[in-house]
């Protein structure tokens, strides 16, 4: 994600995107989770065709959740999709 701003791909693919890795444990303070939300965008936008977000359901045999980040970007699909 940190080098990948400026590029353009056919396909991206992220994936563990789960709460800990994306925002990372360690970003604890807003603005450490705005930059975090900041980089997840810049890999979304650089899909030009298509995007594939995976996370487990599991890891490290501990139930984990689905970034936030994920949840946003359904939120704004269906905020765009109301506006339409």
């Given amino acids: ?11 991206v ?9 994306t925002p ?8 450490d989770i705005e930059e ?6 810049v890999a979304v936008t650089r899909a030009k065709d298509e995007l594939h977000i995976f996370w487990p359901k ?3 045999g501990k139930q984990v959740e689905v970034s936030r980040f ?12 109301s506006k339409v």
């Fill in 1 to 11: 994600m940190h080098s990948s701003k400026g590029l353009e791909y056919k396909v």
């Fill in 13 to 21: 693919y992220i994936v563990d995107a789960i709460e800990s890795v």
């Fill in 24 to 31: 990372h444990a360690k970003a604890v303070l807003d603005d």
């Fill in 36 to 41: 975090e939300r900041r980089l997840f965008y």
């Fill in 58 to 60: 599991e890891r490290f």
């Fill in 70 to 81: 994920v949840g946003e970007l359904n939120a704004d699909k269906q905020s765009h999709a």
